[in-house]
């Protein structure tokens, strides 16, 4: 049932999916794999707090899981709630020092609280630990250039 909702989603049946994730976890509600993915569905929903919910949820049986955290993440990001997922991408750099996704996704949160200088750091060391991760590196030069704006403008007052 499992990859008839991940083929729904990739069919952009985003309700048929969520009936499937739904019969799946009716049946087995620690299935952890499909709260994460009812997760997913629902966050490109636009269902952010349903969203978070679900990776709540998941997070209660497997309060280690990388992809439930780095999700969670994302969704709170996409909520506005930078602090709130910046405690999300720790939890995994501490299970997981070298995780870039956290590194850089971390690095944006950083950088819409205007710590420009801790989001390219974070940014920096995503980029060497994969040097073609091209959210870190597109990220790394726009803070770079809001930094350098930022002189600038600090200059001419």
């Not at 707090?49 to 309060?63: G, Q, T």
């Not at 990220?139 to 001419?156: F, G, R």
């Amino acid at each position: 049932m499992l990859s008839q909702a991940y083929e729904c989603v990739e069919d952009g049946n985003f309700d048929d999916a969520l009936d499937l994730y739904d019969l799946v976890l009716k049946s087995e509600p620690a299935n952890v794999s499909a709260l994460i993915d009812k997760g997913v569905t629902l966050q490109n929903m636009g269902r952010i707090k349903l969203a978070i919910r679900s990776y709540n949820k998941a997070l209660l049986i497997s309060p280690a899981n990388l992809d439930a955290l780095l999700n969670k993440g994302t969704a709170l990001h996409s909520d506005q709630k930078y602090v709130e997922a910046i405690k999300c991408y720790d939890e995994i750099l501490k299970i997981d020092k070298k995780c870039t996704m956290a590194l850089a996704y971390k690095g944006l949160s950083l950088g819409e609280i205007g710590q420009l200088q801790d989001a390219l750091k974070h940014f920096k060391k995503a980029l060497s630990i994969d040097k073609g991760f091209d959210l870190a590196n597109i990220s790394k030069d726009l803070a770079q250039d809001l930094l350098k704006s930022i002189k600038e403008q600090t200059k001419t007052l």
